[in-house]
């Protein structure tokens, strides 16, 4: 069967290429999928490749899901579903529920999420007698995950430390948080690659197993790769040598979260007969959108050489956008998604906002729902986050795993049974000196005098629950369990006492999880309880994403890589936003990485692109002036209006816009949204207040919104340049200070930039912020 039909001939070269490694380096929407799926089509029909010997790697559970079903349309079902097609985090926790018990784990373990983790924190910190002052919960989830991501262990951490006693310490607070992980019979996220990499390492008949099963590994979004995950790829690849990797080096934006770009750069080192196939014909974007994406991304010197082109037409140019302040730039969104509405041109499905930061997101709903619009956010609250489900999910981990202790402490006394925390206390105390479970402990809390007879009655009727609710769950009905567990709570009356105005909110949330149980009894090969709170502990944002929806599409540029839109806004384009401040002070990766982001974003417009930027914007409670983004003038002038731009500005005698010295150095960057409003330097030029711009002629206006000539001018809501107060430079690391907004905190670092000093302060709500002595108004403790 020739499953290279309608491909171009790149396409054709990489799906053909089954033998030894491959590189496929796929630019934006250049069907780097139909590549993917045909090419094992390719091995199973023609190469008699047994589908079982095929492994396919992919970053999300939406993309594995469209993957199979796109084989499901080239093979027999039956071979789809013997391939192994799914996340790293899926394909380890099915080697660890196997396997697990060779580490120390039963095959029922708990996957944590983050809200778990933090809870696990503190639990720790609190029992090594460490402040959360002097270590914020943030700060520790964040380096232990960093050290789990490079597949350093609590004993390699502690070796490293050396004198380092910050390093020494949370080596500490990590060997704890591990050890407390294992007695509850739970992983986290990170944890499940680097156990799966610990199992391969010590288990060498469980690594030699896979090594010999999967003949055929491909690997998708390889760019996005860590460490850890890298190392997995590498040991199971070793049996054949079979590896086909996919990714492009331009789309590597997830650096901050332990992303390696040198992993896809360094392939050809790692295997050195690859071969290396480019797919460069781009099937989505106009020639306009590409060029446009291709000069940005061209400024990247760490990058391998390519260029993304089409045979569609030109397209309209990108529109440059200046606006006077944020509510201006929404109101410019707003106006231009209704006018295109009530002109038949579009629906509301067609547009996406992608934003740097979630700060950036209030101004623009607030906009779209006085224009009437509606429209999605994504990056929210997520479903299984929302308090309620979290309640219900503990209850099916408890009877799932009773060595839960992070779970069964949060749903002791949910709903409320008078169990308080002094009793709480005395039986986690008791459980800790006889090393034993939590639960365990519990239920001898009246035998072994733990408790009084009163608090003692209300402990073992929580018990005795949890007793009956796991001989229900071996009836593997967990749609009855579920509402089992709601029914001996009354848990939906406690929501109606306790929730007030939100009650019916979150009640159809507790109806839409008896949905979700419902939905996987039907559809699920051999429904269990433990694979449920898999899926649950598994599912991302963007798996939830519905692009037959029609409303609006508001998320971060990172939450959009893999998706297109008909019409994509930039909104925010502007010096210290987009690339961010702290990326124009950490040295030139850094802003690779946000031109990289840029490049990104620029390539989901599929037909028109808006690049929006601010003289003035609020944001932290601080007022600026900004200039626009480096990456507005790297776009090539005749695929924009900046043509235009510069024949106004000069009109107007305004040359503070697009002057090139504006992008020379970043070194004389002193701006920072943390830090308010300050003059900032551009080598020969300082950005003043602005001219007040109307576009009323530009934009069309929409009535019943407010006009462009109504939105607050400059003096109204900004703040003035001139006596703009000195840096304060009494502070050291270590002082203890205290925020208005923020809190108290502690002084991690301080640093000289120009003529501020900036501090790096540790809150005690977890947050790390970086702020202007200027401006900040900080008081020292």
Not at 601 to 611: D, Q, S, V, W
Request: a negative charge; glycine letters at 6%.
């Amino acid at each position: 069967m020739d499953f290279t039909k309608g491909l171009n001939e790149r396409q054709k070269e990489a799906v053909l290429h089954t033998e030894g490694p491959l590189l496929i380096l796929a630019g934006a929407g250049s069907g780097k999928t139909r590549v993917l799926t045909h090419r094992i089509a390719h091995l199973v029909e023609n190469k008699g490749v047994k589908p079982w010997s095929i492994l396919a790697i992919t970053f999300t559970n939406k993309a594995a899901k469209e993957m199979k079903e796109r084989i499901g349309n080239l093979v027999a079902e039956d071979a789809v579903n013997e391939m192994w097609v799914s996340t790293f985090h899926s394909m380890c926790v099915r080697i660890l529920r196997r396997y697990g018990e060779r580490l120390g784990y039963s095959r029922f373990f708990t996957i944590y999420d983050t809200s778990d983790q933090k809870t696990l924190i503190k639990d720790t910190l609190k029992a090594l007698d460490i402040s959360e002052k002097n270590f914020p919960v943030g700060t520790v989830m964040g380096a232990i995950s960093s050290k789990k991501n490079k597949l350093e262990t609590p004993k390699l951490a502690i070796m490293n430390a050396g004198d380092d006693y910050r390093e020494k310490m949370l080596a500490k607070i990590y060997e704890k948080y591990q050890g407390k992980l294992k007695e509850n019979n739970a992983m986290d996220f990170d944890d499940l690659l680097v156990n799966t990499y610990l199992l391969f390492k010590e288990c060498p008949d469980v690594l030699d197993y896979y090594q010999s099963k999967f003949r055929y590994i491909l690997v998708d979004e390889y760019q996005d790769t860590n460490g850890a995950q890298y190392k997995l790829v590498e040991m199971l690849a070793q049996g054949y040598q079979n590896l086909c990797v996919v990714g492009d080096d331009d789309q590597s934006i997830y650096g901050w979260r332990g992303a390696d770009i040198t992993n896809i750069l360094g392939f050809e080192k790692d295997f050195a007969d690859a071969t290396v196939i480019k797919l460069e014909q781009n099937y989505r974007s106009t020639k306009n959108i590409l060029d446009a994406a291709n000069s940005v991304v061209a400024h990247n010197k760490g990058r391998k050489a390519k260029a993304l082109w089409t045979e569609s037409e030109e397209g309209e140019n990108i529109s440059i956008i200046p606006t006077n302040n944020e509510y201006q730039e929404a109101e410019t969104i707003a106006n231009t998604i209704i006018h295109a509405i009530e002109n038949g041109e579009r629906e509301y499905k067609d547009f996406a906002i992608l934003y740097r930061t979630n700060a950036q997101s209030r101004v623009l709903e607030e906009k779209l729902i006085t224009g009437a619009i509606p429209y999605r956010l994504l990056g929210g609250t997520r479903f299984y986050e929302r308090k309620e489900i979290k309640d219900l999910v503990s209850y099916l981990k408890v009877v799932c795993n009773s060595k839960d202790d992070i779970a069964i402490k949060r749903i002791i006394n949910v709903p409320k049974r008078g169990i308080g925390a002094a009793s709480v206390n005395n039986i986690e105390e008791y459980a800790e000196r006889n090393q034993m479970d939590f639960l365990e402990a519990a239920r001898l809390c009246k035998e072994m005098g733990i408790l009084g007879a009163g608090p003692s009655q209300k402990v073992l009727g929580f018990t005795g629950l949890i007793d009956e609710l796991q001989e229900l769950a071996e009836e593997n009905d967990i749609k009855l369990l579920l509402e089992t567990i709601i029914e001996k709570t009354e848990f939906r009356n406690h929501i109606r006492m306790t929730e007030g105005d939100t009650a019916e909110d979150r009640l159809s949330n507790i109806d839409e999880l008896v949905s979700k149980t419902i939905h996987y009894m039907e559809t699920a090969e051999d429904p269990s309880l433990g694979e449920f709170l898999e899926e649950v502990a598994l599912v991302a944002d963007i798996d939830n994403y519905d692009e037959d929806s029609n409303s609006v599409v508001l998320m971060t540029l990172h939450s959009a890589k893999g998706l297109e839109f008909p019409v994509v806004f930039m909104p925010g384009v502007e010096e210290g936003l987009f690339p961010s401040y702290m990326s124009l002070t950490e040295g030139d990766d850094k802003l690779e990485e946000e031109r990289r982001l840029c490049y990104v974003g620029i390539t989901r417009a599929r037909e028109k692109l808006f690049m929006l930027y601010a003289d003035q914007r609020t944001m932290f409670g601080r007022t600026q002036y900004s200039a626009p983004s480096r990456f507005i003038r790297e776009l090539p002038k005749e695929v924009t209006n900046l043509a235009q731009l510069d024949k106004e500005n000069d009109s107007r005698g305004n040359r503070q816009a697009f002057t090139s010295s504006h992008f020379e150095e970043k070194k004389n960057f002193t701006g920072g949204f943390e830090g308010g409003v300050e003059k900032r330097s551009f080598t020969a030029t300082t950005a003043t207040a602005p001219e007040k711009r109307s576009f009323a002629t530009r934009v069309p206006e929409k009535p019943g919104l407010p006009s462009f000539k109504k939105v607050g001018m400059l003096g109204n809501i900004g703040k003035k340049l001139d006596n703009i107060p000195e840096p304060v430079a009494d502070f050291v690391a270590g002082d203890t200070i205290s925020h208005m907004k923020f809190g108290k905190g502690t002084i991690q670092s301080v640093d000289k930039v120009n003529n501020d000093i900036f501090v790096t302060i540790a809150f005690e709500n977890g947050d790390i912020k970086q702020l202007s002595t200027r401006f900040a108004k900080l008081k020292k403790l």
